[in-house]
């Protein structure tokens, strides 16, 4: 698994980056009607969403149901996201339905100890650390001051940048 990336660290074409991040605010939800080969129609919804650390801030694309998923004010741990380049400004993007809630991650990893959750005083432990996560997202510090969005590239003829 790739590491963890603190958002200040993103930079343009950067790719399978793992986020843990705080939703902070939906920016624009644009829905529209998207022509089909066969002559038919899709629709379709793009959303961008203020996301941060306590490294920056910075703006995610989510299409679809992933829009639904993505709750302001929780925290999510982001797999697999690329850093593309829109207009010369940075947008995060992830593969639909890699946004995990980080309670749903650390649920995951205590369910691989196995037998041992059976334990009752395991249980506890467990219900202990997820209260004590719900405690830390309410207080999941975020710098507002570095927006990794608001900084301009200016593209160099000869590099290649990813989608």
Partial sequence: MVAATRLADVRPGDLQLRLTVKVLETLVVVSSH???????????????????????????????????????????ELRNVWAKMSHGFVRLRSEPMSALPVAHVQAAQAAAGGAAAADPAVHQEQQDQQEQQEQQDAAFAINYEHNISSIEYERTPGIALHP
Avoid: F, N
């Fill in 34 to 76: 998207v022509p089909l080969k066969d002559g038919t129609e899709c629709a379709v919804r793009v959303a961008q969403v203020l996301v941060g650390d306590e490294s920056a801030v910075g703006i995610l694309e989510l299409v679809d149901d992933d829009i639904d998923r993505a709750a302001v004010g929780q925290v999510y």
